[in-house]
């Protein structure tokens, strides 16, 4: 739901002031204002049917697809611990991480941002893995972001060299 009809004035023009999680963990909950007239008000939106948009770096913008990403974690993850379940909790990962993006994100979110979402929650879990992702997903523009990528990972992860 990308705008919503002022209950006001009519228009469409509206900005998100602020969204939340509800209360049933299944519905995110906006305060809107119409930028017509000022008019606030509330709209509760079923996370899946809240329309989501990537920018891309060229300015291109695609809807948000949990599949897309979803594939790019599993084949980070192919053959690391974390599949070790039957990917059950890397499925629970997934969506984790779709809400972050969603809750983050509003109506527009950007490649960077989801890049960044993903990342934060592999690293904490596999730190191989997210290195993979970070070259297959986010596609680095040159080698030095690979590189700064890696030795942020390295920092964190000194202590306990991962086997595999
Ligand atoms: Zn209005």
Redesign the pocket.
């Known amino acids: 739901m990308r705008s919503v009809r002022?209950?006001?004035?009519?228009?469409f023009?509206?900005k998100v002031v602020d969204s939340r999680q509800a209360d049933d963990g299944l519905s995110i909950r906006r305060r809107r204002a119409?930028?017509?007239?000022?008019?606030r008000f509330t709209t509760f939106e079923r996370l899946e049917d809240v329309s989501l948009l990537v920018v891309k770096r060229s300015g291109h913008r695609e809807p948000f697809e949990r599949e897309k990403v979803a594939a790019g974690i599993r084949l980070a993850a192919k053959g690391r611990p974390i599949e070790a379940d039957g990917g059950a909790s890397l499925d629970e990962m997934i969506t984790a991480i779709e809400d972050i993006v969603r809750m983050e994100g509003g109506t527009e979110v950007s490649t960077e941002t989801v890049g960044r979402i993903v990342l934060e929650q592999l690293r904490e879990v596999d730190p191989v893995a997210a290195i993979r992702f970070a070259s297959v997903y986010l596609g680095f523009d040159d080698v030095a972001d690979f590189e700064r990528e890696i030795t942020l990972l390295s920092k964190r992860t000194a202590p306990k060299e991962m086997r595999g």
């Open positions: 002022c209950p006001s004035c009519g228009s023009d509206d119409c930028i017509e007239c000022g008019r």
